[in-house]
DNA sequence: AAAGGAGGTCACTAGGTCAG
DNA sequence: CTGACCTAGTGACCTCCTTT
């Protein structure tokens, strides 16, 4: 999408981790990776074929960190192909996984993959709320305690009753509800 | 837009939405914008150079309703700007894309977007017809109700069957498919 | 030479899957 | 039963064509 960009990708007003290649603080997404502007420059001086002249004296296996980077040219450009950075287009913006994963999943906490029902989620609490108005009935759950379970990425699974009141609480819409998409195809791959 | 306006442009009768300066009851479509006569003026006013004198007293953040509008014509004007107002031609018919809004998509009643195939449909059922007939069977679609699935914006992923008779019987055409583009190519450059 | 509709694109998600 | 990963769509936005 030529700058459809603008959609969720414009809400990176995030802190990005250390640079991929290096470990110094990063100033983004570049080619492909988190990285510094150092390590960015780096690698776009080297995809236009000066990597040819790239040779290490070691092992190839160098250590790459600030104090390093600059030592050996051909491990520094061959981390920088590890960690992901290509030549191809679009690859200044991060993909949409990875802003997700910096929000918490509105009931666990944990990093989320999306929005899905209208709220941000994680894969698990996506899968468990669809099961239980699809297939459960979850006014059958039962909270064993008081009904005020902390739901956590590692405690989420103690309590169906009070994670399902948690989706509840995160404005979690249970319609509206695709049917089943092959039933609803009738979907016979012969023919 | 020379002045062709007068075909769809001329089905203008409805009602406006509040000036989107004041808040007050609008009069239409001006400069790019729905407001008042009041705003239009004052935005008519301003763009002669008169602009250049306005001062704002407080942080260029002042609220802007039909009591305050007068109190700082420096925030106003700004707002003007911000809502879209410009000083540019042919701009006191709303854009086509403003009319379709408020007609209802004939199948699902979201707002629409244009004719397409015939009838006034939103870019959703566009496109899910357009898919259903160039690669798709719907013959094949079934539903799982009894065949009367409501389709509205919210519902109308539910029942590709129903919204498939929902385009039917708003008289979306199937034919002519015009070729696409490469087959269209394809023979041109045959001959 | 502009309007506007057909068809294309692609970021994004609902629902399915299946190893664990 | 759970949830990481996958597939099949969806629809907002775009390009290019036809028509006026």
Redesign the pocket.
Known sequence: ?????A???SFTGEKFEPCKVCGEPSSGWHCGAVTCEACKKFFLRSINGEDAKYKCIRNQDCVIVRTTRTQCQFCRFQKCKEVGMTNSE?TNNP??AE??KRFPCAVCK?PS??????AIT???????F???I???APERYRCMENGTCEIS?AT??MC?YC?FQKCLKAKIKSL??????????Y?NTKR
């Not at 993959?113 to 209208?118: C, D, K, V």
């Not at 994680?122 to 468990?128: D, Q, R, V």
Request: hydrophobic share 35%.
């Open positions: 999408m030529s700058d459809g960009n959609t969720l990708l679009n993909p949409v802003i997700f944990a993959s999306g929005i899905h029902f209208g994680c894969e698990g609490c996506k899968g468990f669809r099961r239980s699809k297939e459960r990425a989420r699974n169906r994670r509206p509800i695709r049917l089943n998409f092959k039933e609803n195809l979907l």
